[in-house]
């Protein structure tokens, strides 16, 4: 929530929302030297849990060099050297969002040294898969490095899946993430379609909170568009509680705070 205000955490709290996680991603610019990153990982696992905490919501952050800003490889491999000193801060739940862009060699490159970061230090992965390029093409080439590598994909979450890339997805044994965008991406209308196609196993939904329009209170959103196609409590909470909660408590790290 860094390129958030307070005011957010504030509205997600009375919406219900009892924890998030937040990925090092694309900031909406590039940084301009690796020590921008070492503020920005102070800032995830320093600044804002204590944000996020004033309203009763458990903060976790995953870290990476983002697939954005992995073009040069002497660069990312700079920011990359910065990542284990964080690593142990109570709230890293692991690597991400790791993945690929422009689907360039370089990024593959980046992309393979970070799955191997995430190996050694046995930590969960979190991948982000292009809009603008090839996106079946991109989620093809990066569930394939992951498997090379030798990960277990129940240990993977792939965000930004849609129509055409979630059954491949979920049927090589990856979990299946869905951001929500108030109108870009994938909305909460899109995410009802995709659930009810292709089931709710291993398949979870969450709200972009970025620095371009995103809506922190997709989530709740979507929940009433399920209940008004006569969807049952149940399931909202199995793709926005109970799912999410099986795959980052894996990590042995997150934990729910008590909420009534
Ligand atoms: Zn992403």
């Known amino acids: 929530m860094v390129s958030r205000t307070t005011d957010d955490y504030r509205r997600m709290a009375q919406a219900g929302c009892v924890a998030i996680t937040e990925p090092a991603f694309w900031a ?41 800003e992995a073009e040069d490889p002497a660069f990312a491999r700079e920011v990359m050297k910065l990542i284990p000193e964080f690593l142990d801060k109570p709230n890293v739940l692991g690597i991400g969002e790791i993945g690929l862009n422009k689907n360039s060699r370089n990024e593959l490159i980046i992309l393979e040294e970070q799955i191997e970061l995430a190996k050694q230090h046995e930590r969960l992965i979190l991948v982000h898969t292009p809009h603008l390029e090839d996106k079946l093409k991109g989620t093809r080439m990066t569930m394939d490095a992951l498997i090379n590598a030798g990960i277990d994909p129940g240990r993977v979450l792939i965000d930004h899946v849609e129509e055409h890339t979630v059954a491949e997805v979920l049927d090589r044994g990856f979990w299946a993430g869905m951001t929500l965008y108030p109108d870009s991406k994938c909305t909460p209308q899109r995410a009802v379609d995709i659930i009810e196609c292709y089931g709710n196993e291993r398949i979870w ?25 006569g969807h049952n409590q149940k399931l909202v909470e199995k793709i926005s509680l109970e799912n999410p909660l099986a795959f980052l408590g894996q990590s042995g790290r997150f934990i729910l705070p008590e909420h009534s």
């Open 205 to 229: 939904i969450n709200s972009a909170g970025d620095w371009g329009p995103s809506d922190p209170l997709s989530v709740p959103k979507c929940h009433v568009e399920m209940r008004r196609r």
């Open 28 to 68: 909406g610019f590039d940084r301009s030297s690796p020590a921008g990153f070492y503020d920005y990982f102070r800032q995830l696992t320093d600044v804002e849990p204590k944000r996020a905490a004033q309203y009763g919501i458990a903060h976790y952050c995953w870290l990476c060099i983002n697939p954005k």
